[in-house]
């Protein structure tokens, strides 16, 4: 049974509820819409880094980013979180007048031999049941929480990259890099997956969201898939990621898998853009069929010198990329929710973390903006 359909028998009324869902998009839409037929900024600047710790969140707030992924509430094992902890997590957002949007799902970028649960994407039965028996759990505790969007990875290799770049232009800034030839160079083995084709993984990926999507559209969350960083070559160790080679029909095959407003991407602009061979133009029409079928629920906002098979990840104002004209077509395809750094360069001082973090914090606002200024013109 096709995906599809299969969501339309589980959950009752899905039908009616999508129907409905994209009906109020589009009188949203419209009301959105300013005078010069242009749609308002509705993103606002957010971040995944540092959780709810006092120390972070004064960090944030003294940076005006009031929207935040929080990490993720502590783990009951067994069970899934604790729905204590992720409420006191509310609270101490609260107190500075954040808000508390996203929680990281423990399907993570770190590798299939580091995540928490490995045999969703070993698609290894009967143990991956146990495995989503939590993850539905995780989701009721973000349901309750008013946790908005669950951010999540289906891979088994980790993120790829072959080393660093120092760029002296920028204060002898270094940029984390991949180079497809230098990878290929070092022999790496292959994971305990041995060889998946991208069939395999998207059976598992499906196998995870059957059940898992049921449960979120019961409580409201987003379910935001984060592409396979990078994009790489057919069989790389043994792999076929699911974007991969062609990063925008692996997106458009992932968004196709099921109707429902809870199925959607982590939009990570400099991750896609490493899949392209020309990402200054190749990204807008991405951005653009997928905001447009209302999928975009969060945004990793970072860009790159190069692309396929060979990229830095530099700051955001000195990539290939035209940062202004992404932002821009964020805002004319209506989305709403978090633009967020993730990668940021590093360099030898002891604050190197914090300091580009800031700068990319004001940039980002900087855009946004400068694209206000545009609609009110």
């Known amino acids: 049974m096709k995906r599809k359909s299969f969501l339309k028998v589980v959950t009752a009324g899905s039908v009616g509820a999508v129907t409905l869902g994209a009906s ?81 799902f423990p ?3 770190a590798g299939i031999d580091k ?29 309750k929480t008013g946790i908005k969007v669950l951010n999540y990875n289906t891979t088994i290799l980790p993120v790829l990259r072959t080393g660093r770049t120092t760029d002296p232009k920028r204060g002898n800034a270094t940029y984390s890099t991949w180079n497809y030839e230098e990878a290929l160079k070092k022999e790496q083995p292959k994971t305990v997956a041995g060889d998946v084709t991208v069939d395999q993984i998207f059976e598992r990926i499906t196998y995870l969201l059957d059940r898992l999507l049921p449960v979120a559209k019961e409580y409201k969350v987003k379910l935001a898939n984060h592409i396979a960083d990078p994009p790489a070559p057919e069989g790389f160790r043994g792999i076929t990621r699911w974007n991969s080679p062609d990063v925008f029909k692996g997106i458009q095959r992932f968004a196709k898998l099921y109707d429902s407003e809870y199925h959607g991407f982590n939009f990570c ?61 964020l805002r004319d395809v209506g989305y709403s929710g978090m633009v ?5 360069p590093h360099h030898a001082d002891h604050a190197s973390g914090p300091q580009a973090f800031s700068f990319a914090y004001g940039y980002i606002k900087g855009l946004l903006q400068a694209v206000a200024d545009e609609v009110a013109s």
């Not at 490995?118 to 290894?124: C, S």
């Not at 991956?128 to 989701?139: A, T, V, Y």
């Not at 896609?272 to 905001?291: F, N």
Request: include cysteine.
């Open 24 to 104: 109020q998009s589009c009188t949203s839409s419209a009301q959105n819409q300013s005078k010069g037929g242009k749609k308002e900024v509705l993103m606002k600047v957010g971040c995944q880094s540092g959780g709810t710790s006092i120390e972070n969140l004064e960090f944030k707030a003294r940076h005006g980013v009031f929207n935040i992924d929080g990490g993720a509430p502590k783990v009951i094992p067994g069970k899934g979180w604790d729905l204590d902890d992720s409420m006191q997590k509310r609270e101490a957002c609260e107190k500075y007048g954040i808000s508390l949007d996203a929680y990281h």
């Open 269 to 329: 602009i400099g991750s896609i853009a490493e899949g392209l061979k020309d990402p200054k133009t190749e990204i807008m029409p991405i951005i653009k069929w997928v905001g447009e079928r209302n999928q975009i629920f969060n945004v990793h906002l970072r860009n790159i010198k190069g692309g396929w098979n060979n990229f830095q990840e530099v700051y955001p104002d000195n990539g290939d990329m035209n940062f202004l004209h992404v932002v821009r077509a």
């Open 340 to 344: 967020m750094p993730d990668h940021v």
């Open 115 to 143: 995540v928490l649960f490995p045999n969703v994407m070993l698609g290894k039965s009967p143990e991956r049941d146990r495995e989503i028996e939590m993850l539905q759990q995780m989701i009721e505790v973000s349901g």
């Open 107 to 109: 399907l993570s970028s």
